[in-house]
């Protein structure tokens, strides 16, 4: 049963990555960087999920075992900090180069051998975690009254990824542990990153469509 419910969440994450694909076409520079943080997200939770799957049933190496607990640190640290971030940035109408979400890829690695450094692995895990569905949560209340559909997604997608180490305890689990080690909390991270990417799909539906820079009005022509 675990090996089916990694299935389903690698299988969630990849069509989720077609259907916000699809949604770049016509979107504003920054809109396209947001959706591509959000893509990378999603991969890195597909990576690690299929192949802990085969885990579970047995049918992978000892090096492709390495390589699904280094994708899993990534995801267990990236995935919901660029989800929350990337919803934060379209419900806002921030503006932004896309190079600046490599940036912040990098930094979060930088500070992970940081936190390794200074033997701080957990808190920073928590930090951007929470940070992670704190965006969540501030792109929901700025949409509550243009679209209550973004609100209810991000509450859902802020209560299912973090409920797995709630119900565990905050001092006796880390959040999106099941990224990283094959649990049957699993579960609850499918509805989560659905809800997070759907969030992202509509915002970006709603803002940042057009052209790059708003048009005032038109000035008459001069005589």
């Not at 419910?5 to 920054?30: H, K, M, N, P, T």
């Not at 930088?110 to 390794?116: K, P, Q, T, V």
């Not at 709630?166 to 809800?195: E, K, N, Q, Y």
């Amino acid at each position: 049963m675990t090996a089916f419910v990694y299935a389903v969440l690698a299988g969630s994450a990849i069509w989720l990555c077609f259907w916000l694909w699809q949604r770049r076409a016509d979107r504003r520079e920054g809109a396209r960087g947001a959706i591509t943080a959000s893509l990378v997200a999603l991969a890195l939770v597909a990576s690690t999920a299929f192949p802990l799957a085969l885990v579970h049933w047995d049918l992978v190496s000892k090096p492709v075992e390495h390589a699904q607990r280094i994708m899993g640190l990534a995801a267990q640290h990236m995935s919901l900090p660029l989800l929350g971030l990337a919803s934060l940035y379209l419900a806002s109408g921030w503006h932004w180069k896309p190079i600046i979400w490599s940036r912040i890829i990098l930094g979060i690695l930088a500070f992970y051998e940081l936190s390794r450094y200074l033997d701080w692995q957990s808190g920073y895990l928590w930090l951007v975690t929470l940070a992670g569905a704190a965006a969540l949560g501030v792109s929901g209340l700025l949409n509550i009254g243009r679209d209550r559909r973004v609100g209810i997604l991000c509450l859902a997608a802020i209560v299912c990824t973090l409920a797995p180490a709630l119900l565990a305890g905050l001092t006796g689990s880390l959040p999106l542990l099941s990224l990283l080690d094959a649990s049957a909390r699993a579960s609850w991270l499918i509805p989560g990153f659905i809800a997070a990417g759907l969030a992202v799909g509509v915002l970006a539906q709603q803002a940042h469509n057009g052209e790059d820079h708003p048009t005032g009005p038109e000035t008459p022509p001069q005589s």
